[in-house]
C-alpha cells in the first residue's frame, strides 16, 4: 500500500525526455522511495547552487575536496512527514533512514545488522571501482551536454583535464576502458547465479545502486550502454526492465 510522505529528493535537472536525472545516486534513492511505495516529490537544484541548497535544507556534506572544505552533492532528501524536517544526505545513508522510518517487511532493502550494511557499504564501493574508470573519459562529456546552463556545463567542463576529449567505445582507449569494466560487471554478474536480484527474489539496496549505474549509462552514453547491456547475456537490460516501475518520478 503506497505511504503519504512530506519527502523531497534533491536531484539535477538534465535535458533528457522527460526529466530524466543522470545522476546514479539520485536515481538509486529515486529507485528505493518507488520500490517502497512512498510518496515524494523533486527538487531541482543546479550544479552551481547544490552547495547553498544543501547549507539551506541543513544537508551534511558527503566528502572533503581535495582542497579540503566539504563537499555538498545530490541526493539528499527532506523529509517533513513528521513536522520536524529530518534531513539526509548520501545515498546509501538516506536508503537506511528509510528503511528505519518506514519499516515494512516486505520491502526493506537492508536488514538491520551492523554487518549487512558494511556489506552494503562494501559492494557500493566495489561497483564504483568496476565502473569508476570510464566516468570521467567516456560519461563526463557527454553529462556536460544534458546539463541546463552554460554555468553548470562550465563547472563540469573545469573538472575535465585541460583540453579533454570523449574517449570513444571503439578506440583503442576506450576499448581497453569498457572491457575492463565490462569483465568486473561480469565477475558481479555471475554471484547473482539463478538469482533475479542481488537480494533473491526481492531487491535490496545494492540493486537499487546498480540499477542507478545501468539508468546512468543507459540515458548519457548509449555506446557505453550497448556495450554492458550484453554483459551475462542481457542480465542488465531484464534489471532495467524489471525496475521499470521503480523509477518514475
Ligand atoms: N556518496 C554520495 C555521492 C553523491 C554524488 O557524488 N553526487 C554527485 C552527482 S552524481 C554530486 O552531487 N556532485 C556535486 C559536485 O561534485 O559538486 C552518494 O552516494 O550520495
Known amino acids: 500500500m503506497a505511504i503519504t510522505t512530506k519527502i523531497t529528493l534533491w536531484d539535477i535537472p538534465t ?5 530524466q536525472p543522470a545522476s546514479p545516486f539520485t536515481s538509486s534513492v529515486r529507485y528505493a522511495l518507488n520500490y517502497k511505495k512512498l510518496s515524494f516529490t523533486t527538487s531541482w537544484t543546479d550544479f552551481a547552487n547544490i552547495k547553498a541548497d544543501a547549507l539551506s535544507a541543513g544537508a551534511k556534506p558527503t566528502s572533503i575536496l581535495p582542497d579540503g572544505t566539504p563537499r555538498y552533492t545530490v541526493p539528499f532528501i527532506v523529509d ?8 539526509v544526505s548520501d545515498s546509501l545513508a538516506i536508503v537506511q533512514y528509510l528503511d528505519t522510518t518506514y519499516p515494512d517487511p516486505e520491502h526493506q532493502l537492508l536488514e538491520p545488522s551492523p554487518a549487512n550494511t558494511a556489506v552494503h557499504a562494501l559492494g557500493k564501493i566495489a561497483l564504483e571501482t568496476c565502473v569508476g574508470p570510464i566516468v570521467v573519459p567516456m560519461m563526463l562529456p557527454r553529462i556536460m551536454n544534458l546539463l541546463t546552463s552554460d554555468e553548470n556545463k562550465a563547472i563540469m567542463r573545469a573538472r575535465l583535464p585541460p583540453g579533454h576529449q570523449e574517449v570513444k567505445v571503439d578506440s583503442t582507449e576506450g576499448k581497453a576502458l569498457i572491457g575492463a569494466s565490462k569483465e568486473k560487471l561480469e565477475a558481479i554478474a555471475k554471484t547473482f547465479g539463478e538469482q533475479k536480484w542481488f537480494g533473491g527474489d526481492k531487491p535490496v539496496y545494492l540493486d537499487l545502486a546498480l540499477l542507478g549505474y545501468l539508468n546512468f549509462f543507459r540515458h548519457v552514453n548509449e555506446d557505453v550502454w550497448n556495450v554492458l547491456k550484453e554483459v551475462d547475456g542481457g542480465r542488465f537490460e531484464r534489471m532495467i526492465e524489471a525496475g521499470a516501475d521503480w523509477a518514475k518520478l
Do not use: C, D, F
Not at 535535458?15 to 526529466?19: D, F, K, Y
Not at 517533513?80 to 534531513?87: D, E, F
Open 15 to 19: 535535458t533528457l525526455p522527460n526529466q
Open 80 to 87: 517533513s512527514t513528521s513536522g520536524t524536517p529530518v534531513v
